[in-house]
C-alpha cells in the first residue's frame, strides 16, 4: 500500500537560506512516525510546510507532500483550507496560547464541526462532549462551559487534541505536544495519541527532541539535524542499534534511556549550526567525535537494510 503521507524531497527555504535540505519519508496507516533532534534542526518547519502555515517568508523551493496520492503543494488556498481539520490537523507545542482564552471551551471544539462537518449548533455541542470524554475529560457536558484558564496543563493539551480529532482527521501532526507535562500524565497522553492511531487507522507525525517520548509511542524514527535527515528506522532497530554519531550521542545524553546507572549525563558539544552557517560536507562533523578527512564531502542518506537509512561515511562503510 502506497504511504497516506509521503514527504518527497522536501526544502524548505527563507529567502535564499535552506533550514530543511531534500527530506524524504513515508508515514502509513495506523503507524506513528517521531520526527527527533535539537531545537534548529527543522522539525516543525517540515511539520509547518505539511499544514501550508509556513511564517513567511519561509516557502517550499523544493519537493513535494503527497497526502493519499495529492501532492498538497498543488492546491490552491480554498481547497487547502478545507483539508486542514477536516483530513490533516495539528496539536500546536503550547495549548495555552493556542487556545483562544476568552471563549469558552465548548465554542472552540464545536465551531470546526460547524464549519467542516456542516453540524447545527445543538449537534456540534453534543459531539463536543463526546470528544471531550474520549480524550479523559471528566464531566465532560459541564466542562464545555469552562474557560481555557479553568483547565489544568495536562486537561488543555486534552483539550487540544479532542479539538484536532473533531473531525476524524487522517492525519494528525502534534508538535512536542506533552513538553510542558509532568511524566505521568506525558505517558497517558502518549498513550491516548497511540490508541486513537491503532484505532481509527490514522498517521500521526509526533514531533519531538525527548528519547522517552520517541520510546514509549513511536512506530518509526526518523533524526533530523540541522535540516536533514540523519538516520530513519523502525523504532526497535533504531534503540537497539543507532547507527549515526549524532543518533548514539542523543542516546547518551538520555536519562531514561542510555544512562540508567550515570550519575552525570554526558553532553554533544557544540551546538546545531545556523543555516547560514552550515560547515563545509557532513553538518554534524563539527562536534563528531568520529570526523574524519573524508567527512569534508556530504555522505548520502544510505540504505543499511530495507527499513535502516543512515547519512554517515562510517556507518555505511
Not at 11 to 20: A, D, I, L, R
Not at 98 to 111: C, T
Not at 129 to 137: D, F, K, P, T, Y
Not at 145 to 153: K, M, T
Request: charged content about 25%; hydrophobic content about 40%.
Amino acid at each position: 500500500m502506497f504511504p497516506l503521507l509521503d514527504v518527497q524531497h522536501l526544502t524548505v527555504s527563507f529567502g535564499s537560506v535552506p533550514v530543511v535540505r531534500d527530506i524524504s519519508f513515508p508515514l502509513h496507516r495506523g503507524r506513528t512516525l517521531c520526527l527527533v533532534g535539537e531545537s534548529g534542526s527543522g522539525k516543525s518547519m517540515t511539520a509547518f510546510s505539511i499544514m501550508r502555515l509556513l511564517p513567511s517568508p519561509g516557502r517550499v523551493t523544493a519537493g513535494s507532500l503527497l497526502f493519499d496520492g495529492e501532492d498538497l503543494l498543488t492546491l490552491d488556498e480554498k481547497a487547502m483550507r478545507a483539508k486542514r481539520g477536516r483530513d490533516i490537523s495539528m496539536i500546536f507545542q503550547e495549548p495555552m496560547t493556542s487556545l483562544n482564552p476568552v471563549l469558552r471551551i465548548g465554542k472552540q471544539l464545536s465551531e470546526p464541526l460547524e464549519i467542516h462537518q456542516g453540524l447545527h449548533r445543538r449537534a456540534a455541542e453534543e459531539r463536543a462532549a463526546e470528544l471531550m470524554e474520549l480524550v479523559g475529560i471528566p464531566d465532560p457536558r459541564r466542562r464545555l462551559n469552562d474557560y481555557p484558564h479553568q483547565f489544568s496543563g495536562g486537561m488543555r493539551q486534552r483539550v487540544m487534541i479532542a479539538m484536532a480529532l473533531a473531525c476524524s482527521p487522517k492525519l494528525l501532526l502534534a508538535d512536542e505536544p506533552t513538553t510542558a507535562l509532568d511524566i505521568t500524565i506525558q505517558g497517558q497522553i502518549l498513550r491516548l495519541l497511540g490508541k486513537l492511531a491503532r484505532e481509527r487507522d490514522m498517521g500521526v507525525l509526533l514531533i519531538t527532541h525527548d528519547l522517552g517520548v520517541v520510546a514509549e509511542a513511536a512506530d518509526d524514527v526518523a533524526v533530523m539535524y540541522a535540516g536533514e535527515l540523519m538516520e530513519q528506522a523502525p523504532v526497535d532497530a533504531f534503540f537497539h542499534a543507532p547507527l549515526h554519531p549524532y543518533s548514539r550521542g542523543l542516546m547518551a545524553c538520555a536519562p531514561l534511556v542510555g544512562n540508567h546507572d550515570k550519575r552525570r549525563l554526558p553532553s554533544i558539544p557544540g551546538m546545531v549550526p545556523l543555516p547560514s552557517e552550515l560547515p563545509e560536507g557532513c553538518s554534524f562533523r563539527p562536534r563528531c567525535p568520529h570526523a574524519t578527512e573524508q567527512c569534508r564531502q556530504s555522505p548520502p542518506l544510505s540504505p543499511v537494510d530495507d527499513r535502516h537509512l543512515v547519512r554517515c561515511w562510517k556507518a555505511t562503510a
